[in-house]
């Protein structure tokens, strides 16, 4: 279970352009969470290697405005593996795009279940030598 949580996890890099900027000249909260269920989606399904969809977000927290001239890491590692849902745990750090300060933005849960041919909700299935917790 251990190498499959760390096989899977991932990690994406954003530079933070003034198209992704709400009024306030700050990252705008709903692309923020566009990455972070993109990015969950991923770990799911690399996780799983099923069709997977967001069923809910949990705990969505803002910590620290991010602001233009920085880059952001999206990282996503899976947090429990359960026979019917998966937990993602989605982090955000932001960093100095021309310094050295690096520092957690945002933090939050993404919930998934499986889905079937018919894009029905489905048991998930984990690859040989993965049990659920």
Do not use: C
């Amino acid at each position: 279970m251990k190498q499959r949580i760390e096989s899977s996890e991932t990690r994406q890099f954003k530079a933070i352009f003034p198209s992704t900027l709400n009024a306030n000249e700050t990252l705008f909260g709903g692309q923020a969470m566009q990455w972070m269920d993109e990015v969950a989606y991923i770990t799911a399904t690399r996780f799983t290697r099923q069709r997977m969809f967001t069923v809910n977000t949990e705990n969505i927290r803002f910590l620290k405005t991010i602001s233009p001239g920085s880059f952001v890491e999206v990282v996503g590692r899976v947090e429990k593996a359960g026979p019917v849902k998966l937990t993602v745990q989605v982090e955000i750090y932001m960093e100095e795009m021309y310094g050295e300060k690096r520092e957690k933005a945002v933090e939050g849960a993404f919930v998934f279940a499986a889905l079937d041919d018919e894009n029905r909700p489905r048991r998930i299935s984990y690859p040989i030598g993965i049990t659920t917790h």
